[in-house]
Structure formats: structure tokens, C-alpha cells
């Protein structure tokens, strides 16, 4: 218990603060108590009404507090003041998570409602939130518990609910008291690695309420019990691009509830229908309305006046099973196209109507699409049904009819842009995507293929996987040597030491003919009978040209266990059949122009369906789903930048988009995260540590995902590696323009420290800032420590601006640079860090650090022409990456060193 007398419990508190210069309370300890037990909504902070069920609830708060490090103070109201405890960690609904609680002084009643910041120099000096608040109720006598070390208790908090407990670990006068808080078991529990409640909600509950978690839950299943919820879905603005959500390869089947779907043998394909007009667009981004005008006649025959449709396209042969030959030839073929029984199956519909349903679970999701095809039986577009049948027994059913396989997916699930666990496959057989890299011609000298050299990426490399030479036709084999032919090049696209562990050197000599080799840009897919120790495709079938699929979305699919994978939930009732279909769509967002759908004569059944209902506000407020299918994003709708009305959502959708590119730029390096709780007009907080000394490191799509949900938005990198933290990988010469300095100097200064380093010995790359200026980056190997690095960089900068005294300054500060360009080698510093590629910057537009190429920078008119708008349609239209050859460079800083007389 706190050393403070029971006659005066606050001493201690008031000891240790100055209330003339901290906003914190100074309150009598017989002040009566305030109890904030239900979210206070629209009120002033340190305000909350009681529940008016348990008129003698006791309140419990949880401050946030930004102090040396982050820590969480937990408070439970008792004998008129807060018995409080200092969790490090913070709470965790996970029972093995035992968060250290340090018992510290007791705090005024009223302190359960202080937000604020503790001026500089003050005990606890820092921002506090309250992050959760409520009621608690202990289990048995609280005042025996405490003194036993053993507090059990029930909290109803807006974050935290169910039972928990404190125990006492550590009893010595001379120190503070250490205890344990934990989650009890009680039903409630989740494992800390499924969710991080701090992290999935790291905000305020006074400025963001969010209602107490049993009162949203016993909301929610009522409305379960009548419609399908939709109260995720929000209004928004149609997306001008809309990734496909992809499946995990497993290799059987996990437990719980899931949709099961047969696996097409089809191309995927999404539909975007704005006003009315329709483009098919197919995984890799290309645009084949043209080519499918029959299947966007019958899209726009919907009657939408905007959203997004999922599906894939199929050929059916006689029996009705998909072809994937025959949907090659009728997709290169017009004519062939036009006699080709070709079906749009519809399993999806990630927006509709001006709403985004990518957060509504999937089973209410295809729902709504399920009444939109209510008049789509046998035509073109028909819905991609799934089975109440056990998913083993339907995977042996589909391959019996020569399907690729199955389909199973998280009833619960959102739709997210990635590659998921909560839409998983299973296969007949193996059979993926290879990226052709060269080829031999037949043995009777015929212009015919002998067989086709294949290969994957890892990361940015390019892995060889071996060779098929059947599946084709004559007149196919003569067709595909004739298009390689045209796309052969000298050298295979390998670095020496991928040549020789993968025996390419060997090929030449084999008797299947001398190896061609072909830029890697035709995709092809393949079944084969397994992988070979050393990574080959054993006994290859060919199964068509996939041009629907881009080279560098080629990877070697490796099945995931079925225990790793998250099971779906168990089933809590009978699913939405064909007759719940119109109830289903009752709340579904409206159709085009519902303003006027009273004046509307006699709608198709599929427009009525559409236009029964929006989302309330209400429904809309407070959550959205991240990529990872679990995290949530709380307050999707929260404008950031008000200079454009850019929301938090639209940053987080912007980073699921870019994932794939942005990651190799982060690698395991320490991150510094720009945070902006209140947009970027607000305070921003610099942030380099998790807690202590550890750093942060950004290693997949869930971690990035996680620091979105805590309101990053700009994310800077060290310059290098968390294995080898003592040697940079890279320099960095961040070209910082002063005040008056025309975006076309930068442009030229660039240019001028290109050619310099090239003098050097040193090959650079370029991207924008996405604020001012441009980042010239040079690959080393990492044979430097940081003080060289950052020296060499210095003597560079000073080379500049002896040889260009107008255009450079050596020295930082705004005043050294009125009109010229600070070269900033202070980057190369240890622990210094840099916008990375893909970060958004928390200036008024939300710029973009675009990687781009030498050739483009004639072109360029700022540093932040690309935004979290526009960049993504850059790398969807974008032929190849412009830092391709980056990853492969091999440099180190020796010669110029020698030649800047450097020792």
C-alpha cells in the first residue's frame, strides 16, 4: 500500500507535484467521487454520468502517459481516491502476458478525467490520455485482497472487459511494491499475438468515445438477429484502383466455419463501375473491357450506379467444368472469344453504391451481392455459390471433376488488398505461376519450343526452377518459340552466384538443347508432381500463358501448415440462403441517385435490392478492418489533412497498396515513426524507440499496419541492418533547398551530385522527398562504419560548394542556405534516419518518397507530385521498377575515399 497515511492518502501525491505550473488536480481527498462509467460523448474531459444500474459502481480509469517512456497508468477507485499502478507494457487480453504494475502514490478521484501535458521539468512530465474508463467490481473484499496481494475483479471499461487480477509479486519498504496485472480466463481472453488491444485501440476514450464494450456487444447481437451487419460499412469516395484480396495456400484444413467455394480455373477479374460505366480490370492491373465487352454489358446491366465487383472469368466446357485452355485461346482470340461459353463468376463486392463494405464481415458481403444477382440465373454474370458440405468432402468432389480446387474463407472476414489467412486454397494438385527466363528449340530443328526454362522471384532476386517440355500443342509450341524469340537477350537475368547454385552453366550441354536466354516477362503456369530437393519442378505439365499475372507477383507458393492458420469461427447459426438474399441486401447500402428512387418507375429486382437502405452515422463510427484481417482501424474517418480531407482510412489503404514495394525499403531496419494523433495541423511526436533502448523494426505488412492503427503516417529509416547496426549499407544525399530556390536547381543539383559520385566510383539512385527535395541514395556494401560513411558525405558536400558556390552550401541552418541547396550529409550519421521509399510525409497534400528513375527527372515539377492519391496509379502503369538494378549493386566507398585524400 502507498506509504501516505489513510488520514491524508494524497500526500505523497501532492509532495511530489507543483500546482502552480501543472494542470494536473489538486483535489480534496473527500472531493466526491466521479464515476465516468459510460463513454461520455460530446462532454468536457473529467465528465461522465454513473451507470444507472449500479448506482454505487466504482469507477476505474487507464492513462496513456507519454512521460520518459510510454507507459500505461491503471487506477481503480477505492475509499475516495484511485489506487493506481504504472504498467509498462500496458494491459493485455492474454492470460500468459503478465504485465508488470508498479504500485505507486494514490491519485484525487478527479485525476480519472485529466487529459493534458505535464510541463518540462514537473514529476511525470508529458502527454496523458485516458485511454479506457469505466466501472469495476471486485470479487470478495478489495481491502483483504490488496493486503494479501491478490486482487480479483470484473471491469466494464470502453477497451477492457471481463475478469482480472493483480498480484503482488514483491513486498520491500525500500522499494515499490511489484505486482502482476492479468487477464483472467473467462471467455474473453485472445492471444496476444491475434490482438494488441493497446495497438488495435491506442486512442482516447474521452475525445474518441466509443461506448461501453458490453452495451456495443449486446447492440451488435441484436442487430445480428434481424439483418446482416452492415454498421462497418461507411460512405466513401470510389477508389480509382482496388487491388484483389489473394488466398493462402494450405495444406489441409483448419478448423472452424468456413465458406467454401470452388477454386476456378479462370482468370481473376474486378469490376469498377462508376456511373453507371464499366471497366474490367484484371489482377495485374490491366484494363480488358475492350477485349470482354459482352461481360461489361452484362455488369452495367446491374444497374449500379457505382462500385466494385470481384470475381473470375471462366470458359465452360460441355459438362460445365472450366477450361483454363480454352479461356486462353478465347482471351487471344476475338473471334474464338466471341463462340466461347465465357462466365463472370461473382463472389465479392468490396464497394457499392458510394459505401465501402470492405470492413462488412464477408458473410453479410455476399449477401448483399447475392440479392444483386437475384436475376442473374443463366446468363454471363452468375454468383459464385458456396456449399453447406464438410470441406474435406468438396475438395474430393472438385478434383473428381478436374477443378484446380477449393476455396475457404473467413465468414468474419474483411475484405483486405493482401494476401490473407482469412481467404485460404487448397489444390488438386501442385500447380502455380513460373516466369519464363529462357527456352530451347526442338531437337528436329523445327522453329517449335523443345521446352520452356522457368523461374520465381525471392524477394527481388530471380530463382531458377527447373524446365517443362510438355503440355502444348504443335501450333502452340510453334506460337510461343516465335513470341520468346523476339524477347531473347545474351545473359539470363541471374547474378554469377544464382548461375552457379542453380547449374544454368550446365544447361548449354544438356541434351534438351542449347539454353536460350529471354527477359523475364512472360508468365506461364505449370502443374507438377513435387519440388526436388534442390528446388526444381519435378515431372512439369504446361497449362497455359497467363497474362493476367505480372513477373514480379511470381513466387514460389509454399503451402501453410493448417495449424498456423487462424480457424474460422464456429458457427453460430444457419447461414443466409437464396431466401435471406432481398432481407439480406434490406440494409445494403443504396443504389445511384436514391435520392430519387421514389420517382423511379418499376426498378429491376436487382436495383430495388440495392437501393433499401444506407448505413446510419451511427453504424459508421467508430471502426475499420486493416489487411491483417484482425487489426482494427479505430476512427476510419478521421481527416488528417484537412488541406485535402484526406481521412486516417485513406492513409492506411494507401500503405495496404504499396506493401509489396515499400518493404524492401524498410528490410530489417530501425524505423522512426512521425506520429500525428489529432492529423498533421496537431502536435506530431518523433517516436524511435518501442520502450527503453529497443528499436523499432517494420519486419511484414502486419507490423506496418499496426503503426498505421497508431496514427504514423511518416515512416524514416537508418541506413542500415538490425543484424549489423555498426555498418551502413547505404549513403544518402538529401538535397535540402532554402528558401528561394526553384524546384529546376534541385533538379540540376541532382544531377551534378550524380556525376560527381559516379567520378567516385559510385553508381546512385534517385526518389523524391515528397516534401522539397530529392534523396540521392548510393548502395555500399557494409564494410564502413557510420563516421566514415558520414565523413566521406561531408567531403563530398564540401567539393559542391567550393566548385559551386551559388548553387551549394556546406552548412545547415535556414540561413546558410537563403537561395542554394544544403546537401545534407548529416543523413550518414549513426542512428540518423530518412524518409523511406513510400512514405507518406506529414505535410498539407501527404507527399510521397518516390523511387523513380534518372530519365524521368527532366520531367519532374516538385518533389511532391506523387501523394497517397496518385502514386499507386504510378506503379500500376509503371513497366518496370526503376531501382531494379539497385538491389544487386556491389560498391564500396575505397576509391573515393583515396581520392578525396580520405584516410
Not at 466513401?236 to 467454401?260: C, F, H, M, N, Y
Not at 470452388?262 to 475492350?290: E, H
Not at 526444381?536 to 507458393?557: I, L, M, Y
Request: aromatic share 8%.
Amino acid at each position: 500500500m502507498p506509504s501516505a497515511t489513510r488520514q491524508d492518502p494524497l500526500s505523497r501525491y501532492r509532495q511530489k507535484r507543483d500546482f502552480r505550473i501543472t494542470p494536473e488536480p489538486d483535489d480534496a481527498p473527500d472531493e466526491a467521487p466521479a464515476a465516468p462509467a459510460r463513454a461520455a460523448r460530446g462532454r468536457r474531459s473529467g465528465t461522465a454520468p454513473r451507470r444507472a444500474t449500479r448506482p454505487q459502481a466504482l469507477s476505474f480509469v487507464i492513462q496513456k502517459h507519454w512521460a520518459s517512456h510510454l507507459h500505461y497508468d491503471f487506477r481503480l477507485e477505492l475509499d475516495g481516491v484511485l489506487l493506481s499502478w504504472a504498467v509498462p507494457k500496458g494491459p493485455s487480453y492474454d492470460p500468459k502476458e503478465r504485465r508488470m504494475a508498479i504500485h505507486v502514490e494514490d491519485h484525487p478521484l478527479s485525476y480519472g478525467g485529466f487529459e493534458g501535458t505535464i510541463p518540462p521539468r514537473q514529476y511525470g512530465a508529458g502527454e496523458v490520455i485516458v485511454w479506457d474508463n469505466g466501472t469495476w467490481e471486485p470479487e470478495g473484499d478489495p481491502a483483504q485482497g490488496l493486503r494479501e496481494g491478490k486482487l480479483v475483479f470484473r471491469l466494464h471499461g470502453q477497451k477492457l472487459a471481463g475478469l482480472w487480477q493483480l498480484v503482488r509479486t514483491s513486498r520491500d519498504a525500500a522499494k515499490r511494491e511489484q505486482w502482476l496485472l492479468i487477464k483472467k480466463h473467462d471467455g474473453r481472453e485472445r492471444a496476444h499475438a491475434d490482438y494488441d488491444v493497446t495497438l488495435a485501440l491506442p486512442d482516447s476514450v474521452i475525445q474518441h468515445p466509443l461506448g461501453l464494450i458490453e452495451e456495443r456487444e449486446a447492440g451488435e447481437e441484436d442487430a445480428a438477429a434481424v439483418t446482416p451487419d452492415l454498421s462497418r460499412a461507411r460512405k466513401a469516395r470510389l477508389p480509382a484502383e482496388l487491388p484483389p484480396q489473394l488466398a493462402t495456400l494450405v495444406s489441409a484444413t483448419p478448423p472452424g466455419e468456413w465458406i467454401a467455394e470452388a477454386k476456378f480455373d479462370g482468370y481473376r477479374l474486378m469490376a469498377r463501375v462508376d456511373k453507371g460505366k464499366v471497366r474490367l480490370i484484371t489482377r495485374g492491373g490491366n484494363d480488358w473491357t475492350d477485349r470482354l465487352g459482352t461481360l461489361a454489358e452484362a455488369v452495367a446491366g446491374l444497374g449500379l450506379d457505382n462500385g466494385w465487383l470481384d470475381g473470375e472469368i471462366v470458359v465452360l466446357r460441355d459438362d460445365g467444368a472450366p477450361d483454363f485452355n480454352l479461356l486462353q485461346n478465347a482471351i487471344g482470340h476475338p473471334k474464338r472469344r466471341a463462340q466461347a461459353d465465357l462466365v463472370y463468376f461473382l463472389f465479392d463486392v468490396p464497394f457499392l453504391n458510394g459505401h465501402d463494405l470492405r470492413e462488412v464481415p464477408l458473410r453479410d458481403r455476399r449477401a448483399v451481392l447475392r440479392a444483386l444477382m437475384a436475376e442473374q440465373e443463366d446468363g454471363p454474370l452468375r454468383f459464385s455459390e458456396d456449399f453447406a458440405v464438410p470441406p474435406e468432402e468438396m475438395l474430393a468432389a472438385a478434383c473428381q471433376m478436374r477443378l484446380e480446387g477449393l476455396i475457404l474463407k473467413r465468414p468474419d472476414s474483411s475484405y483486405v488488398s493482401a494476401r490473407s489467412d482469412a481467404w485460404i486454397k487448397l489444390k488438386c494438385q501442385q500447380r502455380q505461376e513460373f516466369v519464363v527466363v529462357g527456352f530451347t528449340d526442338r531437337s528436329d530443328g523445327a522453329k517449335a519450343l523443345g521446352s520452356l526454362l522457368l523461374g520465381y522471384y525471392e524477394g527481388r532476386a530471380l530463382r531458377y526452377a527447373g524446365r517443362v517440355g510438355t503440355g502444348w500443342s504443335l501450333k502452340l509450341a510453334g506460337e510461343l518459340h516465335g513470341q520468346l524469340a523476339a524477347l531473347e537477350v545474351k545473359q539470363p537475368h541471374f547474378d554469377e552466384a544464382t548461375i552457379a547454385r542453380s547449374h544454368w552453366a550446365k544447361l548449354s550441354g544438356r541434351s534438351g538443347g542449347v539454353a536460350r536466354w529471354v527477359k523475364p516477362t512472360v508468365v506461364v503456369e505449370v502443374a507438377f508432381a513435387e519440388w526436388t530437393p534442390d528446388g526444381h519442378v519435378r515431372h512439369a505439365s504446361f497449362q497455359g500463358v497467363r497474362v493476367d499475372k505480372a513477373p514480379r507477383d511470381v513466387g514460389r507458393e509454399s503451402a501453410k501448415p493448417a495449424d498456423e492458420v487462424k480457424p474460422a469461427p464456429a458457427a453460430k447459426g444457419a447461414k443466409a440462403g437464396k431466401s435471406d438474399a432481398a432481407s439480406a441486401a434490406g440494409k445494403a447500402p443504396k443504389a445511384a441517385k436514391a435520392e430519387s428512387a421514389d420517382k423511379a418507375e418499376k426498378p429491376s429486382r436487382s436495383a430495388q435490392a440495392a437501393k433499401r437502405a444506407s448505413p446510419t452515422a451511427k453504424d459508421q463510427r467508430s471502426a475499420a478492418a486493416a489487411p491483417s484481417g484482425q487489426l482494427r482501424i479505430t476512427h476510419p474517418d478521421r481527416v488528417i489533412d484537412p488541406s485535402t480531407g484526406h481521412t486516417k482510412i485513406e492513409l492506411v489503404r494507401y500503405y495496404e497498396s504499396v506493401i509489396e514495394w515499400m518493404q524492401p525499403h524498410l528490410g530489417r531496419r530501425p524505423v522512426a515513426i512521425v506520429r500525428a494523433p489529432d492529423g498533421i495541423e496537431g502536435q506530431l511526436f518523433f517516436q524511435k524507440h518501442v520502450e527503453g533502448d529497443e528499436l523499432i523494426v517494420i519486419p511484414d505488412a502486419a507490423a506496418l499496419m499496426q503503426m498505421t492503427q497508431m496514427n504514423a503516417i511518416e515512416f524514416h529509416t537508418w541506413n542500415a541492418q538490425d543484424d549489423r547496426l555498426d555498418r551502413a549499407d547505404r549513403l544518402i544525399v538529401d538535397l535540402d533547398p532554402g528558401e528561394g530556390v526553384a524546384f529546376g536547381a534541385v533538379v540540376e543539383a541532382a544531377r551534378i551530385t550524380r556525376a560527381l559520385l559516379k567520378e567516385l566510383g559510385l553508381l546512385s539512385w534517385l526518389k523524391t522527398s515528397g516534401g522539397k527535395g530529392l534523396h540521392v541514395v548510393v548502395p555500399l556494401d557494409r564494410r564502413h562504419d557510420h563516421a566514415t560513411v558520414k565523413a566521406f558525405s561531408q567531403a563530398v558536400v564540401r567539393h559542391l560548394a567550393e566548385t559551386f558556390p551559388k548553387k551549394f552550401s556546406a552548412k545547415s541552418g535556414p540561413r546558410n542556405r537563403i537561395g542554394k541547396i544544403f546537401p545534407d550529409y548529416l543523413r550518414n550519421g549513426e542512428g540518423q534516419t530518412t524518409a523511406c521509399a513510400f512514405s507518406a510525409r506529414a505535410r498539407p497534400g501527404l507527399g510521397v518518397s518516390m523511387p523513380i528513375d534518372w530519365d524521368e527527372l527532366g520531367e519532374l515539377k516538385r518533389a511532391d507530385h506523387w501523394t497517397i492519391a496518385n502514386a499507386r496509379d504510378r506503379l500500376s502503369f509503371q513497366k518496370q521498377d526503376p531501382w531494379q538494378d539497385y538491389w544487386g549493386a556491389r560498391q564500396t566507398l575505397t576509391r573515393g575515399l583515396k581520392l578525396l585524400g580520405l584516410p
